[in-house]
């Protein structure tokens, strides 16, 4: 089956890209990292990857902000990932349809807070920063991780610029 041109690559423009690479779909993560008075703060992402088992790395990819200056200067985060229960997370850590909601709570498990009811949880090391044209890739070693157990929440699924909820919960 051929895909249906939709635009002409020679013109791409933003909005195309970003139309089409919307149709990946992705799970959401909240970043976390304490800033330098010992605050938490959080952002959520759809960038995050697995990059390799050994060791065990991923990676996420900022543009300029909060995050991304919190990371450069301490090294280390923890990533959560959200169920689907969580679209209120997403919204409040990206700072979209903000509404007076409570923060959500984090908890430290080993070194670095995750968030307390998220259905996997990273913590994690900034190995490299790689700059890319308007975002850093901030490749990073996983110190420790966990899991909900089986049978709990679903995760909450990201595509075309849209949350969609999973039917299945984990296996
Ligand atoms: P803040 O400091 O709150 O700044 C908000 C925005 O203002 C920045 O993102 C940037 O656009 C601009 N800004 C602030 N300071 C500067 C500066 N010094 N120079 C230039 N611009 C500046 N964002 C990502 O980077 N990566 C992702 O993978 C990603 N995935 C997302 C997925 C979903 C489903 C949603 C809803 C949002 C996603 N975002 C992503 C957006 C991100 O959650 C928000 O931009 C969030 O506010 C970033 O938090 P922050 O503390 O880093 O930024």
Redesign the pocket.
Known sequence: MTAKKLSVSEDLDGQSFRQAVSLFATG?GVISSEDEDGNI?G?????FTSISLEPPTIM?????????SILAQNGCFGVSILGENHQDY?AY????DFNDAPPPEFTKRHAYKTLADAIAWFECRVDKMVDVND?TLFIAKVTACGRSEPGSQAPLL?FASKYHHNPSPIA
Do not use: D, E, Q, W
């Not at 996420?60 to 991304?68: A, D, E, I, T």
């Open positions: 959401i703060h952002a959520t992402v759809n960038s996420v990819s900022l543009k300029p902000g909060k995050m991304h997403s850590f990206s700072r979209r975002h990201f």
